[in-house]
């Protein structure tokens, strides 16, 4: 009898969004392929060039993890590029070409990122300040100090540490390999256990977290201590790549912007609670299929073609996004 | 259990040794003194009804037992144990659950992840998530709507009825000693409700002591064994058996309520037709015809989705209707976006003021003034326009006698009553021709109805047609000249002031309904 109370019929829409981004990756591939085609370049279409193209965005996708991971929790934290510089400069100040100093140097660069990341989720979560003013204000005192130390590339990582970036199983980089086991530790985290089930309390309705007996304040704080770990491992990644570390390096690939814009373009909203780590490495993926479609036709060589187009494309996924979630209130 | 507090319930009737004993509660806000050393207890098997005004400190007072306050002064003692809640955490460790009017579900996730939320089975880190369904199924099989609410749903998806339903399931099946209501049947039916009732006699019967806040006095003599009133943060009677309604409600206001429905419109008051909708339809509705005639009220009845928002948001323009006529004042019109039924001269009071309504952060005058601004031309639209200027709005608003220390004061600081006077004031700055309220009381305490209620009545007199959508029954029989009854998207009954309930309950849901006691 209560059931010709039906509600009205939305089910489904809520889902169709969680596939958009593989539509969206699956429309950017056929792009490529469409254009290696017409170009007469099949030399690109290879698995060897496909596995190129994803290892040019490991640093990327190493951040976008932990921006998603605080970006769930409707935070924000746009100190990822600065303290990206900071850890390969220190990673490659005290590796300074010795072997030895390898594990020194990625535990002192950890410890950078554990400091900076509670320091962000303390101010975030326990003083109340907006996430993105705190952490633009982390972004700019870790600049400072940079700029107070080194003004050039400073320091170089020994060869075996080079490993990290240019080591290979088979034919995939050891890079990809990590990237990937992230990503699926990710997943893991936020779909099966408990702290991923609070992310999404906290980020979606943060008072019904709380009443529900989450201990709200330290999720935010875990949130932001894993957003900077990524960072700094990235950071790491990076010093392996460049073989030293510069103070420009994180800012010079915009990793806070992008970070966000991929997490976004993944389907997860700024207001947290909703989207997953998959739709972020989608993001990652159709960035990086972006830039192979640019320099397939050339015209990567055009300034600023390619920033315009990845503007348009995050504008249009958020309208998207935006578009259905109307569609499910009204 | 300690040999001391054996002892003691051995000396007392183990039956009256409370749950939960709140004794000498005190909390201030910055400038509002919430409660003023309140006393309350609650024994196992005990429904005790927690009622007062809104702003009378029911909500403090839970928040306090649920951990989100702490008390300034006085102390909690659970099971013969003192307490301190420092997080809500606490307080659910303590037996002690709440269903909380707002702010409770995450839309984004399922129904079982919301049933299970902070307290996921798990086996080992992973939570079990096969566990999670089955026992989500099992709980709303309680509430006979385990075929409508399934346990992948996800909740934003659900009719705001079955997410109270979801609420009221989380908490119960929590398995509290203590479980606090705070007005669980806001969103439900009546057979809902009903069901709802059922299983508070169950808990009762099984031993859980159970706090009930409620508006509704039928409520109050269907359920409770005790009763507090609250008014201004202080405890103004308490009842050991249920008293008549009048005598709770002249306690919780202070004062009889004299004449708390206005008078019916008289016949010369009422006028010719202002509004004509004949055969209309869209996606929800079917088929839809009435007239509204200036100076009379007119309620629409029906259950939740039964098309009665969906009436008033067709007629706004918001959600057009596809096929059939509609008249305005003598002209046949069609509105395609609310802009144009408002320069027509339609006015909407939503339903969901928080949302849908009010600037919370603006004064209470720029709310008023906000429409009018809005229509008013570009350029000094501001202070003065076509419509009216600053001062005529403070007039409209001291008409409306909305309370506020200046009409400077940020909206968000009024109460729901003062704030849906302001948006009545807003609307009058158009002089409408057609005003429809949506759920005009809802969240709003006794004495404001009242005001609410001669408002609309005053308002018809002015020669304004009124439509008045309500779940609440008794006012719009206490209200409305007529009465349109939906169901199923269409209008299935229609009766003159003066029908009963049973009769308008029948034609809404389409069946008799086995009334209980």
């Given at each position: 009898?209560?059931?010709?109370?039906a509600?009205a019929?939305v089910?489904?829409m809520?889902?169709?969004?969680?596939?958009?981004?593989?539509l969206?990756?699956?429309?950017?591939l056929?792009?490529?392929?469409?254009?290696?085609?017409?170009?007469?370049?099949?030399?690109y279409?290879?698995?060897?060039?496909?596995?190129q193209i994803l290892?040019?965005?490991?640093?990327?996708?190493?951040?976008?993890v932990?921006?998603?991971?605080?970006?769930?929790?409707?935070?924000?934290?746009?100190?990822?590029a600065?303290?990206?510089?900071?850890?390969?400069?220190?990673?490659?100040?005290?590796m300074?070409?010795?072997?030895?100093?390898?594990?020194?140097?990625?535990?002192?660069?950890?410890?950078l990122?554990?400091?900076v990341?509670?320091?962000?989720?303390?101010?975030?979560?326990?003083?109340?300040?907006?996430?993105l003013?705190?952490?633009l204000?982390?972004?700019?005192?870790?600049?400072?100090?940079?700029?107070?130390?080194?003004n050039?590339?400073?320091g170089?990582?020994?060869?075996?540490f080079?490993?990290?970036?240019y080591g290979?199983?088979?034919?995939?980089p050891?890079?990809?390999?990590?990237?990937?086991?992230?990503a699926?530790?990710?997943?893991?985290?936020?779909?099966?256990?408990?702290?991923?089930?609070d992310i999404?309390?906290?980020?979606?309705?943060?008072?019904?977290?709380?009443v529900?007996?989450?201990k709200?304040w330290?999720v935010?704080?875990a949130?932001?201590?894993?957003?900077?770990?990524?960072?700094?491992?990235?950071?790491?990644?990076?010093?392996?790549?460049l073989r030293?570390?510069?103070p420009w390096?994180?800012?010079?690939?915009?990793?806070?912007?992008?970070?966000?814009a991929?997490t976004?373009?993944?389907?997860?909203?700024?207001?947290?609670?909703?989207?997953?780590i998959?739709?972020?490495m989608?993001?990652?993926l159709?960035?990086?299929?972006i830039?192979?479609i640019?320099?397939?036709?050339?015209?990567?060589?055009?300034?600023?073609?390619?920033?315009?187009?990845?503007?348009?494309?995050?504008v249009?996924?958020?309208?998207?996004?935006?578009v259905?979630?109307?569609?499910i209130?009204? | 259990?300690?040999?001391?507090?054996?002892?003691?319930?051995?000396?007392?009737?183990?039956?009256?040794?409370?749950a939960?004993?709140?004794?000498?509660?005190?909390?201030?806000?910055?400038?509002?003194r919430?409660?003023?050393?309140?006393?309350?207890?609650?024994?196992?098997?005990?429904?005790?009804?927690?009622?007062?005004e809104?702003?009378?400190?029911?909500?403090t007072?839970i928040k306090?037992?649920?951990g989100?306050?702490?008390?300034?002064?006085?102390?909690?003692?659970?099971d013969?144990?003192?307490?301190?809640?420092r997080?809500?955490?606490h307080?659910?460790?303590?037996?002690?659950?709440?269903?909380?009017?707002?702010?409770?579900l995450?839309p984004e996730?399922?129904v079982?992840?919301?049933?299970?939320?902070?307290?996921?089975?798990?086996?080992?880190?992973?939570i079990?998530?096969?566990?999670?369904?089955?026992?989500?199924?099992r709980?709303l099989?309680?509430?006979?709507t385990?075929?409508?609410?399934?346990?992948d749903?996800?909740?934003?998806?659900?009719?705001?009825?079955?997410?109270?339903?979801?609420?009221i399931?989380?908490?119960?099946?929590l398995?509290?000693?203590?479980?606090?209501?705070?007005?669980?049947?806001?969103a439900?039916?009546?057979?809902?409700?009903?069901?709802?009732?059922?299983?508070?006699?169950q808990l009762?019967?099984?031993?859980?002591?159970?706090?009930?806040?409620?508006?509704?006095?039928r409520e109050?003599?269907?359920?409770?064994?005790?009763?507090t009133?609250?008014?201004?943060?202080?405890v103004?009677?308490?009842?050991?058996t249920?008293?008549?309604?009048?005598?709770?409600?002249?306690?919780?206001?202070?004062?009889d309520?004299?004449?708390?429905?206005p008078?019916?419109a008289?016949a010369?008051?009422?006028?010719?037709?202002?509004?004509?909708?004949a055969?209309?339809?869209?996606?929800a509705?079917k088929?839809?015809?009435?007239?509204?005639?200036?100076?009379e009220?007119t309620?629409?009845?029906?259950?939740q989705?039964?098309?009665?928002t969906?009436l008033?948001?067709a007629?706004f323009?918001?959600?057009?209707?596809s096929?059939?006529?509609?008249?305005?004042?003598?002209?046949?019109?069609?509105?395609?976006r609310?802009?144009?039924?408002i320069?027509?001269?339609?006015?909407?009071?939503?339903?969901?003021r928080?949302?849908?309504?009010?600037?919370?952060?603006?004064s209470?005058?720029?709310?008023g003034?906000?429409?009018a601004?809005?229509?008013?031309g570009?350029?000094?639209?501001h202070?003065r326009?076509k419509?009216?200027?600053?001062?005529?709005?403070d007039?409209?608003?001291?008409?409306?006698e909305?309370?506020?220390p200046?009409y400077?004061?940020?909206?968000?600081?009024?109460?729901?009553?003062?704030?849906?006077?302001?948006i009545?004031a807003?609307?009058l700055?158009?002089?409408?021709?057609v005003l429809?309220?949506?759920?005009?009381?809802?969240?709003?305490?006794?004495?404001?109805?009242?005001?609410?209620?001669?408002?609309?009545?005053e308002?018809?007199r002015?020669?304004?047609?009124?439509?008045?959508?309500?779940?609440d029954?008794p006012?719009?029989?206490?209200?409305?000249?007529?009465?349109?009854?939906?169901?199923?998207?269409?209008?299935v009954?229609?009766?003159?002031?003066?029908?009963?309930?049973?009769?308008?309950?029948?034609?809404?849901?389409?069946?008799?309904?086995?009334?209980?006691?």
């Amino acid at each position: 009898m209560t059931d010709m109370l039906a509600p009205a019929p939305v089910r489904g829409m809520l889902r169709f969004e969680r596939i958009a981004p593989v539509l969206l990756v699956v429309a950017a591939l056929l792009v490529y392929a469409a254009v290696a085609v017409s170009t007469r370049q099949p030399q690109y279409l290879t698995v060897d060039n496909f596995i190129q193209i994803l290892a040019r965005s490991i640093a990327l996708g190493i951040t976008a993890v932990g921006q998603t991971f605080v970006i769930l929790l409707a935070s924000i934290d746009l100190s990822v590029a600065n303290l990206i510089s900071a850890a390969a400069v220190l990673a490659s100040v005290i590796m300074a070409g010795q072997p030895s100093m390898i594990v020194p140097a990625i535990a002192a660069v950890l410890v950078l990122g554990l400091v900076v990341g509670v320091v962000n989720g303390l101010v975030v979560a326990r003083l109340g300040v907006n996430p993105l003013i705190a952490t633009l204000g982390m972004a700019f005192i870790i600049q400072g100090c940079l700029s107070a130390f080194v003004n050039n590339f400073a320091g170089s990582v020994p060869e075996e540490f080079q490993a990290f970036a240019y080591g290979q199983v088979g034919p995939v980089p050891w890079s990809l390999v990590f990237l990937t086991a992230l990503a699926v530790i990710a997943w893991f985290v936020l779909r099966f256990t408990k702290f991923g089930s609070d992310i999404y309390a906290v980020g979606g309705n943060p008072d019904a977290a709380r009443v529900a007996g989450i201990k709200t304040w330290r999720v935010i704080l875990a949130g932001h201590v894993i957003c900077s770990l990524t960072a700094v491992i990235a950071g790491l990644y990076l010093a392996s790549r460049l073989r030293s570390g510069a103070p420009w390096i994180g800012a010079d690939g915009a990793y806070d912007l992008q970070s966000i814009a991929v997490t976004v373009i993944g389907g997860t909203v700024l207001s947290g609670g909703r989207g997953g780590i998959w739709g972020t490495m989608a993001g990652v993926l159709i960035f990086s299929l972006i830039d192979a479609i640019f320099n397939l036709t050339g015209l990567a060589a055009v300034v600023g073609v390619q920033g315009m187009l990845r503007g348009v494309i995050i504008v249009a996924a958020v309208a998207f996004y935006a578009v259905r979630s109307r569609k499910i209130v009204a | 259990m300690d040999v001391r507090s054996a002892m003691r319930s051995g000396e007392d009737d183990p039956v009256a040794r409370p749950a939960i004993e709140m004794s000498h509660i005190s909390k201030s806000f910055p400038g509002v003194r919430a409660l003023d050393d309140v006393s309350f207890s609650c024994a196992p098997g005990e429904v005790h009804a927690l009622v007062g005004e809104n702003g009378a400190g029911k909500s403090t007072l839970i928040k306090i037992l649920s951990g989100v306050y702490t008390p300034d002064v006085g102390s909690i003692v659970v099971d013969g144990r003192t307490v301190t809640f420092r997080h809500p955490l606490h307080a659910l460790r303590a037996g002690i659950s709440v269903i909380y009017q707002e702010f409770s579900l995450l839309p984004e996730r399922t129904v079982a992840q919301n049933l299970f939320l902070g307290r996921e089975i798990r086996r080992g880190v992973i939570i079990d998530g096969r566990a999670m369904t089955a026992e989500t199924d099992r709980v709303l099989a309680m509430f006979g709507t385990r075929h409508r609410i399934r346990p992948d749903t996800i909740v934003g998806e659900l009719d705001v009825a079955s997410q109270q339903m979801v609420e009221i399931a989380r908490a119960i099946s929590l398995n509290a000693r203590v479980i606090v209501m705070d007005e669980p049947t806001a969103a439900l039916n009546e057979t809902e409700c009903e069901v709802l009732f059922k299983l508070i006699d169950q808990l009762r019967a099984s031993g859980t002591a159970i706090i009930y806040i409620t508006h509704r006095m039928r409520e109050v003599g269907r359920l409770a064994d005790r009763v507090t009133v609250l008014k201004d943060g202080e405890v103004a009677a308490r009842f050991e058996t249920v008293p008549d309604p009048q005598t709770i409600v002249r306690a919780m206001v202070g004062r009889d309520i004299a004449d708390y429905y206005p008078a019916a419109a008289a016949a010369s008051e009422i006028g010719g037709t202002v509004l004509a909708v004949a055969g209309a339809s869209n996606a929800a509705l079917k088929d839809i015809s009435f007239a509204l005639k200036a100076g009379e009220i007119t309620g629409f009845a029906g259950l939740q989705g039964a098309g009665r928002t969906a009436l008033a948001m067709a007629l706004f323009g918001a959600a057009p209707f596809s096929s059939g006529m509609v008249t305005l004042g003598g002209t046949a019109v069609h509105f395609s976006r609310p802009r144009d039924a408002i320069r027509a001269g339609i006015g909407v009071l939503p339903g969901d003021r928080k949302a849908e309504g009010l600037l919370l952060m603006q004064s209470v005058r720029d709310n008023g003034m906000v429409t009018a601004r809005s229509f008013g031309g570009l350029i000094r639209a501001h202070r003065r326009n076509k419509y009216i200027d600053l001062a005529g709005m403070d007039e409209l608003l001291d008409r409306m006698e909305v309370r506020a220390p200046s009409y400077e004061q940020q909206m968000r600081l009024l109460s729901g009553g003062n704030q849906q006077k302001a948006i009545v004031a807003r609307w009058l700055a158009l002089k409408p021709r057609v005003l429809i309220f949506i759920e005009p009381t809802r969240g709003i305490d006794v004495n404001a109805k009242a005001g609410i209620y001669h408002l609309m009545r005053e308002l018809a007199r002015s020669g304004a047609a009124i439509m008045m959508i309500s779940s609440d029954l008794p006012e719009i029989l206490g209200v409305a000249d007529q009465i349109l009854v939906m169901r199923e998207g269409r209008i299935v009954g229609s009766f003159a002031r003066g029908a009963s309930e049973a009769e308008i309950m029948l034609a809404a849901t389409g069946e008799h309904l086995e009334r209980a006691a």
